[in-house]
């Protein structure tokens, strides 16, 4: 089985100062994680994902995602937030061999003004 | 290049109805998923497609079917909606050689 648990429903940061979500997973062998986020009324979009190599990996928008083997996780992080990054944001992993991506139940990102 | 598409983007239907959802897939890619998207939850994996067949299935009945054209695009069918059936219809397209899903917009239905 695999699953992701995404722990905090909401996160509130001010703008302009650093952005954490966090995501921890469960999944047989080596993982492929991802990250989406969504904006009101549309589809998932790609930001970054963790195949292999180096543990911190960048991706759209200034995002970048740490993974650690040790601790299961695979935390989201921006150093500055905007106000346009308010949004839902996924976690989702998925097996060597699993075609399914299971996600968490994401968390709302409220950056404020 | 075109992403992936979806269609329609609302649908209202009664309990008791059947639903088909459509999906074509980005530019070079020759795998479609779908996922269910329940309000407040994350996408649940409903079945993938490729080379024309069912690949992979999740946790879902019968009543959910699907199909895959020779262009790669895909539908999906619901038979005998129930109210529980209400979602945002996700459809996802890859490569078989990558391993990213990009996501279309969704198809939201409402069962009544």
């Known amino acids: 089985a695999q699953s992701v648990a995404q722990p905090e429903d909401q996160v509130n940061v001010a703008e302009g100062n650093p952005l954490t979500v966090k995501c921890t997973y469960s999944?047989?062998?080596?993982?492929?994680l991802f990250w989406y986020v969504q904006y009101p009324n549309r589809g998932l979009q790609f930001l970054l994902k963790y195949i292999t190599g180096d543990n911190l990996v960048k991706g759209s928008y200034g995002f970048e995602a740490e993974f650690n083997k040790s601790q299961t996780s695979f935390h989201l992080k921006k150093p500055s937030a905007l106000v346009s990054d308010s949004a839902l944001y996924f976690c989702?992993?998925?097996?060597?061999?699993?075609?399914?991506?299971?996600f968490g139940k994401g968390n709302q990102v409220v950056v404020i003004p | 290049d075109a992403g992936v598409t979806q269609s329609p983007t609302h649908l209202i239907k009664t309990r008791g109805q059947q639903v088909t959802l459509r999906c074509s897939p980005k530019s070079g890619h020759d795998t479609v998923s779908w996922y269910q998207q329940a309000l407040g939850q994350g996408p649940q994996f409903i079945f993938q497609y490729y080379e024309e067949e069912e690949r992979q299935r999740g946790n879902f009945p019968d009543r959910f079917s699907g199909h895959q054209f020779p262009n790669y695009s895909s539908e999906l069918n619901v038979n005998a909606l129930l109210l529980g059936d209400s979602a945002l219809y996700l459809c996802?397209?890859?490569?078989?050689?990558?391993?990213?899903?990009?996501f279309g917009p969704g198809t939201r239905l409402l069962v009544l």
């Open positions: 989702a992993v998925r097996g060597y061999g699993n075609n399914r991506l299971a």
């Open positions: 996802a397209s890859s490569s078989d050689q990558q391993e990213t899903q990009y």
């Open positions: 999944v047989s062998g080596n993982p492929y």
